[in-house]
């Protein structure tokens, strides 16, 4: 009998470049808000009150929909200790959880492995960007990573090749050459498997754009496409748990007001966009979407932009997420800043451990590497 | 020895100590010959720099470059279009040695500064090399040895000196790194500006000798009142050290070789050959260029044909180089820098202090996609005046009398790419559609047509290949 059960899957959306948290969720009820931000604020006409502390942008009225359906939790004051301000370091540490060193693997990569932990699947991860991130590296996890799901393929968009019989023939040379061989050597082997493996994957996934149809039309722009990729295999049920991509660039220290709304119209648009999509196709119950950036930026602006800041916020998007507020805005009282900067209140690792835990069943400790406190948006 | 023979070593000499050459250069240097070629590369100074001045004024953006991918497109230009091969491989060897990333210095010009430093000293001795690389700023900050006092020792550059740069595990007690940690106090950076909100700056090494702890230590059975100097200088005189970057040499240079972290425990595939290499640090005092000579003019060198996995840098460069695209000032560098970041080896910002792993694991399903993908695009574009050279140079070469047989073509397209050895199946693929529609001709327009097409997608299929991942 069919299993009726579906597994839990995770998207995981990366704001890259230090997302402004002070304009994303707005403390516009306190004067510590206007003091510090005289030129690089929200105007009033321009908030969308949540209750009579906070407010939405008026650009991301599509997550303020979500939120009030209630399948939208805002983390607030998320960070860690010693926050770095450096983009590359930070988002290092988002991505292995190892604050106090470099660390290898990544904290998907390493769920991946305990999803699938004999690597069976090679979409149990999927990655929709260009290389790999470091959250999904881990020895011996195979990821699928795919910038571009229409052209995604072995020798695909080749400018030599004219047809689609050229395609097939060539395609067949190369799993010939790629084939199993007696006594090649074990480099040549390993070669040849990845060969045949990449071959395979990319011939699974192609059945996601061809069974794919949706009355969801994204916008043109890079997270919508990514968003519709994700949406694509996921309705595909290829078995892939772990998804992401990221969007950028957030580091508004320059003429934050016109760029940090166009990217929050896109990014708000695309996660309303693909979550309609998913509900269309009566599959939004098993998707659980995290939304993250390295950290938050500095309380008061700098005339036009916004420096590198601590606390940032995150947010957990679906169905079946608790909706509502979590944790406390970190005060903006000057005695409470670490450095100007937000201070953070609640380690990123807890936020981990509760989508690890609660969402996935795995086991946090291991992945985040200890014990941290989790909440109960999911 | 053959001429065809000779040319094939020179191709093998110059994946290994450069990039790949096109052909055309790959003859003018046999014509040279092997030892005179070998000591011209290790003399970089004989072959003019790449002119700084013109480079910033076409790319102003690279002079300090600030950020990713800024500062990697600038080392990848300078790969690609050096007249000085080695200079630029034995700089991304130090690199792989010493690996140090920009994930935590967050520094580029220092880590573009940390390469020049590498091209400066990467041919002398591996005594001066290792100070210099204590007085690297960003190796100071990555390994946080400005964080290291007299009285309150950090350990971090002591121990990784010994195990990753120097000795290796197993040939040093934990005292040993406490007492370098102790010799290296007062080793520091200055300015210390915070970085932010005021951007990055050029740090100078600084040393502070009332942070320096000048009592008696002992390393290594040695005793004294050390500093830093000092400790290089025992080191330099270990045998393990000799030993330690006679295998890096062989792995980085010869043939694939586990990862460093089980050298205690695995012997090296060939004993003989580390051997040669560690008399040569011997006699040599720990020179360089000397083990490289000995290392480019062994037997076991010129055999390790084809015995290693091409890094990304080797593949994405050696393929450009072979076409003869971006050679001079162009846009497409970022990309490129880029891509060696999307297969998995991005430049100046290694995912540890350990480095990359290399071999096989540079390797797995989605990375193998990509390197298929990103050659065949190069050698199946005919729209790129070095593919359409090189298909004109195996029309040239095959032609007897009119016509080209399958075999010929085939032949000549693995010469022109290499020489290149293949399998016996690869060839039998490349045959196939060689042997598709019969003998090739170019009397009319259509013909010629056909026949680049065909040699084409021979091109294609040979950079899609196995052996077109080795080195």
């Known amino acids: 009998m069919a299993s009726t059960h579906k597994d839990p899957v995770l998207v995981v959306l990366e704001l890259t470049g230090a997302n402004d948290y002070l304009n994303t969720i707005v403390p516009y009820a306190d004067p510590l808000y206007w003091d510090n931000r005289p030129k690089v604020n929200i105007a009033e006409d321009q908030l969308l009150i949540i209750d009579d502390e906070l407010a939405f942008r008026s650009d991301t009225e599509p997550l303020k ?84 799901l229409p052209t995604y393929g072995v020798l695909s968009s080749n400018p030599g090749i004219a047809s689609d019989q050229e395609q097939v ?14 006594g090649a050597g074990p480099a040549m082997e390993y070669l040849g498997q990845a060969g045949r493996d990449a071959l395979r994957g990319a011939d699974i996934i192609r059945v996601a754009p061809e069974t794919y149809s949706s009355n969801v039309e994204y916008a043109n722009n890079t997270i919508a496409r990514r968003l519709r990729d994700v949406a694509q295999v996921h309705l595909a049920g290829l078995g892939t748990q772990v998804f992401y991509t990221s969007h950028g660039p957030f580091d508004t ?30 599959a939004a119950g098993e998707v659980v979407m995290m939304v993250f950036s390295e950290f938050g930026r500095r309380v008061r602006d700098n005339g036009t932009g ?70 109960s948006f999911v | 020895m053959a001429l065809q023979e000779e040319i094939g070593l020179m191709a093998h000499l110059m994946r290994r100590a450069g990039f790949g050459d096109p052909r055309e250069e790959l003859e003018e240097r046999a014509s040279k010959g092997y030892e005179a070629v070998v000591e011209e590369l290790l003399h ?51 690199h792989q040695l010493f690996a140090t990333s920009n994930s935590k210095v967050d520094n580029p010009p220092e880590l573009t500064r940390q390469i020049a430093m590498f091209r400066e000293y990467g041919f002398g001795t591996y005594r001066d090399l290792l100070v210099e690389l204590a007085k690297s700023p960003a190796m100071i900050f990555w390994l946080d040895n400005h964080g290291n006092h007299d009285g309150a020792i950090n350990e971090n550059w002591g121990r990784e000196l010994l195990e990753l740069f120097s000795l290796g595990v197993g040939n040093y007690a934990e005292d040993d790194i406490r007492e370098a940690a102790r010799a290296f106090t007062g080793w520091t950076i200055a300015p210390k500006i915070p970085r932010n909100p005021l951007g990055r700056f050029y740090w100078e090494f600084e040393y502070k000798p009332e942070d320096h702890d000048d009592r ?67 006699e040599s005092r720990g020179d360089i260029r000397s083990i490289l000579r000995v290392l480019f003019n062994s037997e076991f060198f010129k055999s390790a044909r084809f015995a290693r996995v091409k890094c990304p840098a080797e593949l994405i460069v050696g393929t450009v180089r072979m076409v003869g695209n971006y050679s001079g000032f162009m846009p497409g560098f970022n990309n490129l820098a880029l891509e060696c970041g999307w297969q998995g080896q991005e430049l100046l910002n290694p995912p540890s202090v350990e480095g990359w792993h290399t ?77 598709k529609d019969g003998e090739l001709s170019w009397n009319t327009n259509e013909e010629l047509r056909a026949t680049v097409g065909k040699v084409s997608k021979i091109l294609t299929l040979i950079a899609a290949s196995r052996e077109y991942q080795f080195a």
């Open chain 2, 44 to 94: 970089p100074e004989c072959r003019p720099a790449i002119d700084d001045e013109l480079l910033y004024r076409m790319f102003p953006g690279y002079e300090g470059a600030a950020a990713p991918p800024i500062n990697q497109a600038e080392w990848v230009y300078r790969m690609i279009n050096t007249k000085r091969p080695l200079e630029e491989k034995i700089a991304l060897f130090w």
């Open chain 1, 306 to 375: 916004t420096d590198h800041g601590a606390a940032g916020v995150a947010f957990a998007i679906g169905d079946r997420v608790n909706g509502g507020m979590y944790g406390t805005y970190p005060s903006l009282k000057p005695g409470d800043l670490s450095q100007g900067d937000l201070a953070p209140n609640y380690d990123f690792r807890g936020f981990y451990s509760t989508l690890a835990d609660k969402w996935l069943g795995l086991d946090p400790v291991p992945i985040v590497g200890g014990n941290f406190e989790q909440m």
């Open chain 1, 253 to 282: 220290h320059y003429d934050q007001l016109g760029s940090h709304t166009k990217i929050w119209m896109e990014v708000s648009a695309a996660i309303s966009d693909f979550f309609t999509d998913l509900r269309e196709h009566n």
């Open chain 2, 359 to 435: 071999g096989s694991e540079w390797i797995d399903p989605g990375v193998l996609m990509r390197r298929v993908n990103f050659a065949a695009r190069i050698l199946g574009d005919t729209s790129i005046p070095g593919v359409q050279a090189i298909i004109k140079r195996v029309l040239t070469h095959g032609l007897a009398e009119g016509k080209l047989s399958p075999q010929a073509i085939v032949a000549a397209c693995l010469d022109t790419m290499g020489p290149l050895e293949v399998s016996e199946a690869t060839r039998a693929e490349l045959m196939a559609h060689a042997e």
């Open chain 1, 65 to 148: 929909e979500i939120y009030d359906a209630g399948k939208m939790a805002i983390i607030h004051g998320i960070g860690f200790d010693n926050s770095p301000r450096s983009h590359f370091r930070a988002m290092d540490i988002w991505h292995t959880c190892e604050p106090d060193s470099i660390g290898i693997n990544g904290w998907l990569g390493k769920v991946i492995r305990d999803l699938d932990p004999g690597g069976e699947n090679v979409l149990k991860g999927v990655n929709l960007g260009q290389g790999l991130p470091r959250a999904l590296t881990m020895r011996g996890v195979p990821v699928t990573s795919v910038n571009h």
């Open chain 2, 216 to 282: 008696e230590k002992t390393f290594l059975g040695h005793t004294g009142n050390f500093d830093g100097e000092d400790i290089v200088d025992i080191i330099a005189n270990q045998p393990a050290t000799a030993r330690f970057l006679a295998r890096h040499l062989y792995r980085f240079f010869v043939a694939d070789e586990p990862h460093v972290s089980s050298w205690h425990v695995t012997p090296p595939i060939d004993p003989d050959a580390i051997q040669l290499l560690v008399d040569a640090y011997d």
């Open chain 1, 169 to 182: 023939q060539l395609l067949d040379s190369f799993a010939k050459m790629y084939a199993p061989a007696i």
